[in-house]
């Protein structure tokens, strides 16, 4: 496993040192560096044990470390109307995104995949999500294609957004649970809002936080609804939650109760974004550039739509409440 853990290690210091330096987000230059650069290599160094490793015990523990940036006093102080707008679009995304799904004949599993990387969190999601459905090669590809494009349509987001509320005439805190509530990832949730103002930057941050606080009641439901048997459609039985939900859970409640120190909150929040970017490295290098290619374009359709729906969920619910 050295080999294989040692490149997702390499590979996720370059692209965060490489997106530092030129201020981009460093998700889709994660997922490119295991396109271009692993997936060559895997056909001359044994990287799959490693890749796994990377992939999955990693990884989950990344998510489980995403409940440290819950802070639930500053998340509260956003007001219950703000709280309520953002629980409006991740109910709604999530619901159209099963619907959209199944009326363009895909299965269950690739649709709630869709809607929750589109409705939550983004890479972070897809993986959580992805961990819960059943396993098989093209579960394998359909995961590593949502992180694909939801990675380059949140780039967009955040280079379009903040430019479509300040043509809407929106004050600066609807802007900023506007970029909050409907940008995917949190990384390019900062930087649009960033590009507004600080004050922007802070409000919207703490509005996408709000949509990861449901990250692990959606895993569970999304568990809970794809256990079925082969005959009839039957629940099988109810299964527990994945470990790293548990951990997603007791960390959030920690930091709630101020339990960890802020320093080491800091620390386990840098080592979380870490492993999930090592963990999209190693899928795309498990995948390579050729299986995006095999991908039917109607699965792209869903995620632009639905990345549209929840802009406009999100653009509508704010003139309401603000």
Not at 129 to 149: M, R
Not at 178 to 205: K, N, R, W, Y
Request: hydrophobic letters at 60%; one cysteine or more.
């Amino acid at each position: 496993w050295v080999p294989g853990l040692t490149m997702a290690v390499v590979l996720t210091g370059a692209a965060t040192w490489v997106g530092q330096i030129f201020h981009i987000p460093v998700a889709p230059l994660a997922l490119i560096a295991g396109f271009l650069i692993a997936a060559p290599l895997a056909g001359r160094i044994e990287l799959t044990p490693g890749m796994k490793i990377a992939e999955r015990p990693l990884l989950r523990a990344g998510v489980a470390l995403l409940g440290l940036r819950i802070a639930l006093g500053d998340i509260a102080g956003l007001g219950l109307q703000t709280l309520m707008l953002v629980l409006g679009c991740v109910a709604l995304t999530l619901a159209l995104g099963s619907g959209v799904g199944r009326l363009f004949g895909l299965p269950r599993g690739f649709a709630v995949l869709s809607a929750s990387a589109t409705a939550i969190c983004g890479a972070s999601a897809a993986m959580a999500v992805a961990s819960v459905l059943p396993k098989g090669p093209e579960a394998e590809k359909q995961t590593g294609y949502v992180i694909a494009v939801v990675a380059t349509l949140s780039t967009l987001a955040m280079l379009a957004y903040p430019a479509l509320a300040h043509w809407a005439g929106l004050p600066p805190q609807a802007a900023a649970v506007f970029l909050g509530a409907s940008i995917h990832d949190v990384a390019q949730v900062a930087g649009a809002g960033a590009s507004v103002s600080p004050e922007v930057a802070g409000t919207a941050a703490l509005a996408k936080l709000s949509r990861i606080l449901w990250l692990g009641p959606a895993v569970v439901l999304i568990g809970l609804m794809l256990t079925r048997t082969a005959q009839g459609g039957r629940v099988s039985g109810l299964q527990a939650p994945p470990l790293f939900v548990w951990g997603f859970a007791a960390l959030a409640a920690a930091r709630g109760l101020n339990l960890i120190p802020p320093a080491l909150v800091l620390a386990l929040g840098a080592c979380s974004g870490f492993l999930l970017l090592a963990g999209v490295g190693a899928i795309s290098a498990k995948l390579g550039p050729k299986a995006l290619l095999e991908v039917k374009p109607r699965l792209a359709i869903l995620l632009v739509t639905l990345t549209v729906a929840v802009a406009i969920l999100a653009y509508a619910l704010t003139r309401i409440f603000f």
